[in-house]
C-alpha cells in the first residue's frame, strides 16, 4: 500500500525558511523520480520541485533559487527546504512523482502559511 506523508509546515513571516518532509512507504522510492507540490485556495495544484532518482533537481521560476529539493533513499524520504518565504507561497503542499509519471495517491498534505 502506498503511503505518502508530508510534515513540516507551519506559520512563517516574509522572509523565513522551513524544511519539509515527505516519507514514503509502499514504494520503490530509490528509483523513483519524486516531486514537490503545492495548492492554494482556489487554485489548481502546481508543481514546485522534482528531483531524478540520482539526485538532479529542476524547479521553476518562482522558487528557484529560494527552495531546494533533497531525498534521502535509505529513509524512503524526500526533502524540501524553502528559504526566503513569500506570502504567495501559502498552500499546502504535497509530495508525489515526477509528473511524467503517473501519480500515487496523494497524501494528507502539509500546511505553509507565510504572514507577518
Known amino acids: 500500500q502506498v503511503q505518502l506523508v508530508e510534515s513540516g509546515g507551519g506559520l512563517v513571516q516574509p522572509g523565513g525558511s522551513l524544511r519539509l518532509s515527505c516519507a514514503a512507504s509502499g514504494i520503490a522510492f530509490s528509483i523513483r523520480a519524486m516531486g514537490w507540490y503545492r495548492q492554494a485556495p482556489g487554485k489548481e495544484r502546481e508543481l514546485v520541485a522534482t528531483?531524478?532518482?540520482?539526485?538532479?533537481?529542476n524547479y521553476p521560476d518562482s522558487v528557484k533559487g529560494r527552495f531546494t529539493i533533497s531525498r534521502d533513499n535509505a529513509k524512503n524520504t524526500v526533502y524540501l527546504q524553502m528559504n526566503n518565504l513569500k506570502p504567495e507561497d501559502t498552500a499546502v503542499y504535497y509530495c508525489n512523482r515526477d509528473p511524467s509519471y503517473t501519480s500515487y495517491p496523494w497524501g494528507q498534505g502539509t500546511q505553509v502559511t507565510v504572514s507577518s
Open positions: 528531483i531524478s532518482s540520482v539526485g538532479r533537481a
